[in-house]
């Protein structure tokens, strides 16, 4: 669906496959949303549907998250795709087609759950319980938050549309909202979605303790140091479910998936449901294009047993001598995408400490990171400064999440840009609205700078 120009003119269809046991039923193939939602069947096949854009190769599939990692400082751009060093360089430009089609996968997630939230309520079918009701729409208010938080994190203030859109002049000409707003729908969502939710744990369905997670990652954006910590304590107090596995490659290695590591990643079977992660950075020899891979600096850090530790099983050699990533490796793409591991609880907690002076608590939460990675505990003498333990902090997120998209919105977010990217023009800090979205509605207005 990358050929689609506007979000606003999305009419979508229900024709997506199951993103495990707990969605296991059969989709109502070209079905419309305007009528899909009837029982209990059409409302879980109408939920599955958002989970489907969630898992789309434009938004967690590939697309989105190479946003994240792409305009850090840990990649570099081997192949052909000239706007992929766009992100490299910090300078993309509103055609690039990446954020056209990140943009659009978002928007369909939000349309598919706004269609979830208007009309689950008034279905009467006795087999949607009050209980799976108020699950689905905690589910649907949950991954509408992701998308929101998403949406605010890279292009700054966007329309905020909470209604399904079924034909063309549906929900155009709304102007922007500002970057704060968006991220107060993405809160609201959030606090509206988790007394309706089970207290269970899963891994690949939105609960209560997926809720927690996205909150503690909302607060520290948010600088909200105090509630960061709170939620993220929720999931590490949670030792049963969480916890941090030895070494680092258990969460991904040898075609696991689902571990205690994870807190929320989307399933992919590598056959209706594929990650094309793999195919952009495995070698030629594995299949692969290796379009990106990890740059001289990321490999020295990962291959240096006093910082990368056990971590340096993130890269591996060719057949040429030459480094690519290894996180996505299952052929067909069956990988996992991450989309919360206990590891960043750990971190926020960590940094949301240190910014309150809770120095030694912050150096326990480090520690604990840095002890599964094989690495020495950091002492107070060697971080004595408020400065030195969230520098400590920062360094060890570069690390811990390589390849995955964290990078680039952890410096945006710390006002460190200027110093680690040398990008002083704070206009880059948030992505350009793709320009397919301008020509098409009018109301739209482009981020300053672009």
Same mark, same amino acid.
Do not use: C, M
């Given at each position: 669906m990358k050929h689609i120009k506007t979000i606003f003119s999305l009419v979508l269809l229900v024709t997506v496959s199951s993103c495990k046991e707990f969605l296991d039923v059969k989709p109502l193939e070209s079905i419309s949303d305007a009528v899909t939602i009837t029982d209990q069947n059409s409302a879980l096949t109408a939920l599955r549907g958002v989970y489907s854009a969630l898992a789309d190769g434009s938004y967690y599939g590939t697309s989105f998250q190479s946003i994240g990692y792409l305009s850090g400082d840990n990649i570099q751009w081997t192949g052909s795709q000239s706007q992929v060093q766009e992100f490299i360089n910090k300078r993309v430009n509103a055609d690039n087609s990446t954020i056209s089609s990140a943009w659009v996968a978002i928007y369909r997630t939000i349309n598919r759950a706004n269609n979830v939230l208007a009309k689950v309520p008034t279905v009467t079918d006795p087999n949607l319980t009050t209980a799976l009701k108020n699950q689905y729409l905690g589910e649907a208010y949950a991954i509408r938050a992701l998308a929101y938080f998403d949406l605010a994190r890279t292009f700054g203030g966007v329309p905020i549309i909470l209604n399904p859109t079924a034909k063309p002049t549906d929900n155009s000409g709304g102007k922007r909202s500002t970057q704060a707003d968006?991220?107060?729908?993405?809160?609201?969502?959030?606090?509206?979605?988790?007394?309706?939710?089970?207290?269970?744990?899963?891994?690949?369905?939105?609960?209560?303790?997926?809720?927690?997670?996205?909150?503690?990652?909302?607060?520290?954006?948010?600088?909200?140091?105090?509630?960061?910590?709170?939620?993220?304590t929720k999931l590490i107090s949670d030792a049963t479910n969480y916890r941090l596995l030895k070494p680092y490659g258990s969460f991904f290695q040898n075609d696991v998936r689902g571990t205690a590591e994870s807190v929320f990643e989307v399933f992919y079977n590598g056959t209706t449901e594929v990650n094309s992660h793999r195919g952009q950075w495995q070698p030629q020899t594995n299949g692969g294009t290796r379009q990106w891979a990890p740059n001289d600096a990321l490999v020295a850090l990962l291959n240096n047993p006093a910082i990368g530790g056990n971590r340096s099983v993130l890269v591996a050699k060719d057949n040429q001598n030459r480094w690519y990533g290894n996180?996505?490796?299952?052929?067909?793409?069956?990988?996992?995408?991450?989309?919360?591991?206990?590891?960043? &609880?750990? =971190?926020?907690?960590?940094? /949301?400490?240190?910014?309150?002076? @809770?120095? +030694?608590?912050? !150096?326990?939460?480090? %520690?604990?990171?840095?002890?599964? &990675?094989? =690495?020495?505990?950091?002492? /107070?003498?060697?971080?004595?400064? @408020?400065? +030195?333990?969230? !520098?400590?902090?920062? %360094?060890?997120?570069?690390?811990?999440?390589? =390849?995955?998209?964290?990078?680039?919105?952890?410096?945006?977010?710390?006002?460190?840009?200027?110093?680690?990217?040398?990008?002083?023009?704070a206009?880059?800090?948030? =992505?350009?609205?793709?320009?397919?979205?301008?020509?098409?509605?009018?109301?739209?207005?482009?981020?300053?700078?672009?």
């Open positions: 968006t991220y107060a729908q993405a809160l609201k969502d959030l606090e509206t979605a988790e007394p309706l939710l089970p207290t269970t744990t899963d891994r690949y369905r939105v609960t209560q303790k997926t809720v927690f997670a996205l909150k503690s990652r909302y607060y520290l954006y948010q600088k909200d140091y105090v509630k960061a910590e709170e939620y993220a996180l996505y490796y299952r052929n067909p793409g069956s990988d996992p995408s991450y989309i919360f591991r206990i590891a960043e &609880a750990y =971190l926020i907690r960590a940094e /949301a400490r240190a910014q309150q002076e @809770k120095f +030694a608590d912050a !150096l326990t939460d480090l %520690n604990a990171v840095r002890d599964r &990675a094989g =690495l020495t505990a950091l002492t /107070a003498a060697t971080t004595a400064t @408020k400065d +030195a333990v969230l !520098l400590a902090i920062e %360094n060890e997120r570069r690390v811990e999440f390589a =390849l995955e998209p964290h990078r680039w919105f952890d410096i945006v977010r710390t006002g460190r840009a200027a110093a680690v990217f040398n990008l002083s023009d206009n880059r800090y948030v =992505l350009p609205i793709p320009v397919q979205q301008l020509l098409t509605d009018k109301a739209l207005e482009q981020n300053p700078g672009y």
